[in-house]
């Protein structure tokens, strides 16, 4: 079984950038599908980025597009999602998910999930 778990989350001023960790465990990064995902207070779940780590290029949510960038490293199996030029609309959970189908990742039901990290974009 796969196992998820995010890291990095904290408080950061706007304009800032910050890097969210996902190490993943139970199986090979190219093995599964994944996606950064968030939640805002009061608000439903939303995608942030889908990708098949090491495969192709990352889709990106309109309201992160440009901003945001994924990326990882296979020694530690490790995925990343940097977002640059925060705004407070940022804030919110930040979880990462997988799933061995892609039909799952687009359907936001992935079987997998972090237990997420607080964002807070706040001066």
């Known amino acids: 079984e796969v196992q998820l778990v995010e890291s990095g989350g904290g408080l950061v001023p706007p304009r800032g950038s910050l890097r969210l960790s996902c190490v993943v465990s139970?199986?090979?990064?190219?093995?599964?599908?994944m996606m950064w995902v968030r939640q805002a207070p009061g608000k439903a779940r939303e995608w942030v980025a889908r990708?098949?780590?090491?495969?192709?290029?990352?889709y990106y949510a309109d309201s992160v597009e440009g901003r945001a960038t994924v990326s990882q490293d296979n020694a530690k199996m490790t995925v990343y999602l940097q977002i640059d030029s925060l705004i407070p609309e940022d804030t919110g959970v930040y979880f990462c998910?997988?799933?061995?189908?892609?039909?799952?990742?687009?359907?936001?039901?992935?079987?997998?999930w972090g237990q997420g990290t607080q964002v807070t974009v706040s001066s």
């Open positions: 998910a997988a799933d061995e189908e892609w039909s799952a990742i687009l359907t936001m039901k992935p079987r997998y």
């Open positions: 139970g199986d090979d990064l190219s093995r599964v599908y």
């Open positions: 990708f098949w780590p090491g495969h192709g290029r990352p």
